[in-house]
Structures are given as C-alpha cells and as structure tokens.
C-alpha cells in the first residue's frame, strides 16, 4: 500500500510502499517472497511508478529498496514471464521494462541503498547494483550468475557494476559467474556494510537522514556529474540489447527448462 502525505493512496501488488515524511526516507519492498522476490513485468511497473512518486517528495533524503521475507533480496527476473516462444524483438522490449527502473534508480535524485536482506541472483545484483549504496545481511551471498544461463545481464546492471567496483573485479565476477559470500563482496567495495539486525541496519541510514535535503541532493548530483557516467544510460541499452540476441539460444532455452524442472 502506498500511503501519500496529502495526496491520493495508491495500491501496489507486488511491492510495498512506505513513506515516512517525519524521518524523511521511502521504503520501498520488493513483495513476492513465495517467488523469492522475482522481478515480473507487472512488478517493473509498479517500480517505475513508485519512484515517479517518491521523486516528487520534495522532503525525501534516502530511498531503501528492500525484500520481504528473511530469504532473499531478489533472485533475478521471472523466468515464467520472459520465458516461452518468443522473438528477440520482444525479449528486448521485455527487459528495457525493467532496464528502465535500473536507470531510474541511477539517476535518482537522492541517495538510493539496497538494504539485501538475503540472498540475491542474477537479475537481483543488476537492481542492488543499480543503488548507490548496498547494506547486506549477514552470511548473505549473491551472484552474477547469468553466464551458467548463456546470457549475460539483461538489465544494463554488468554495465553498472563497472562502475560500482574494481573493472578487474567485476569482469572476473560476471565471466565466472560465481556466488560469493557479502564478507568477499565488502571487501571489493559491492556491499558497504553487513548487518546482522534491524539496529544495525538503522544506523547505517541515520547519517544521510540527519542531513537536510539540499545536501544530498547535491552529494548526489556531484555524484553523477562524474565522467563514469556520462555514457551509462547508452551502454546500459548496448548491453540489454546484447543479451536480447543471447536470450533466444538454444543453449539458454535449454539451461532455462532445466532450471524450471527443478
């Protein structure tokens, strides 16, 4: 439920959306904890519709992208919705849906954390990637694993992570496809702190919200005034289009039945 400061509320079906003006943050949780949070279409609608709101709350210093449930952030896209007989056209127009969320997030004009309350895979590093900030939980672990699939990332998010850690480090993390433990993934720069309850979590958001709203919006317009992200948006839609070709395979439709048979 999306509960608005004087304005209309608004229903979501797969996320949850919580504004609280008095602390002055939104929190918005992925909700389909049965499919481990997994990104349909209809939930990429209502993300995009969700930070159009939260943008124009002009008291809003953070934004928190988080997952319901103890098990996992997110664990990539619904492979039952970008599954089936379908063209590379349409694979495409199907994940630009939820590329545009990611760069949403990218540009959003105020700090934006991934608060990763459990496990997250493939599609769901490309989301945590997308925030500025990522908060994991502890003995959480998470991978690029789209490689073990034939594919490569179909959100843009292999393009952001370039820009989010080591080069050497993110190309060896999306070419081996491994999982790794947030322990190794902090020590690379990833994740930004671990926590291992609710307290913890909260003080890591407590500096950005004692903080007046002109500031981090500037923080965070200084941050994307940077070189690193002038080409993002383009390299982002090279790489979706990229995995758009790989998508119709044989070898990704057969990696793909397999894993829906388990």
Partial sequence: IKTGFG???????????????????????????EKRNAIS???ADELKDALTQA????WLKALLLTGAGEQAFCSGGDLHDFHGDITEQ??????????????????????????????????????????????????STHGFIQGKLGIIPGFGGGALLYRRIDPTNAFYWL??????????????????AIFSSK?????????FLDKNVHLMRHFKQQLLSQPSFNEV?????KEMLACASLWVSEEHKNAVDSFLKR
């Fill in 7 to 33: 304005g209309e509320s608004m229903s979501y079906e797969t996320i949850l959306y919580e504004a609280n003006k008095e602390s002055g943050y939104i929190k918005i949780t992925l909700n389909r904890p």
């Fill in 41 to 43: 279409l209809q939930m």
């Fill in 55 to 58: 943008k124009k709350e002009s």
């Fill in 90 to 139: 349409e694979v495409a127009g199907m994940l630009r849906k939820v590329m545009v969320v990611l760069y949403e997030l990218v540009r959003f004009p105020i700090p934006t954390i991934s608060l990763l309350n459990g496990h997250s895979r493939g599609g769901g590093c490309e989301l945590a990637s997308a925030t500025d900030f990522r908060l994991a939980k502890k003995d």
């Fill in 175 to 192: 070419s081996s496809s491994k999982v790794f433990e947030s322990d190794q993934l902090k020590g690379w720069g990833w994740i930004q």
């Fill in 199 to 207: 307290m913890e979590a909260e003080s890591f958001l407590r500096p």
């Fill in 233 to 237: 948006k383009a390299e982002m839609e």
